[in-house]
């Protein structure tokens, strides 16, 4: 719990919550800014959630741009970046095709059941060897999860 304390001490700019007709609380996003690399300001995405029975509305999408927004104006940040399990379609879906992340690295055993992550970015500013067409986005996705499946089965 003192972990989520101090990301809404420390950045209360970047924490949204969606709330429903009657005020219940339905989602949010829980964002930081990292503080290791002073010479390129970036985000980090800590937590998303909606409830279920709410999903497929364009919550995530909403908090998340939210977030975003925040984060280039308040705190100038270069990108991005979070972890999403490999096995979570509908989150990889959210983050690569709505939002346009792109991966980054595959990052082996990074949750405590084991289960690898994809480490992804987002980019806002105007870097264009960090920007990629659909068509390569689509490419590295696929050359990717095909390197992770090969590795998968050789062990």
């Given at each position: 719990?003192?972990?989520?304390?101090?990301?809404?001490?420390?950045?209360?700019?970047?924490l949204y919550v969606a709330e429903d007709h009657?005020?219940?609380?339905?989602?949010?996003?829980?964002?930081?800014?990292?503080?290791?690399?002073?010479?390129?300001?970036h985000g980090h995405i800590t937590s998303l959630s909606v409830l279920r029975t709410h999903r497929k509305?364009?919550?995530?999408?909403?908090?998340?741009?939210?977030?975003?927004?925040r984060m280039t104006e308040t705190f100038d940040a270069e990108h991005t970046a979070?972890?999403?399990?490999?096995?979570?379609?509908a989150a990889f879906h959210l983050y690569s095709q709505t939002l346009k992340y792109d991966i980054n690295d595959i990052e082996k055993g990074?949750?405590?059941?084991?289960?690898?992550a994809y480490d992804m970015r987002k980019y806002f500013k105007n870097r264009p060897d960090k920007?990629?067409?659909e068509e390569e986005r689509a490419e590295k996705a696929a050359k990717m999860a095909a390197e992770a499946?090969?590795?998968?089965k050789a062990e």
């Open positions: 719990m003192k972990y989520y304390y101090y990301h809404i001490l420390s950045w209360p700019q970047l009657k005020g219940k609380i339905v989602g949010y996003v829980l964002a930081k800014m990292e503080e290791d690399e002073p010479a390129e300001q509305c364009g919550l995530a999408t909403s908090l998340m741009t939210s977030s975003h927004a979070l972890h999403v399990r490999k096995s979570n379609h990074y949750y405590a059941d084991g289960e690898d920007f990629l067409s499946e090969k590795a998968e």
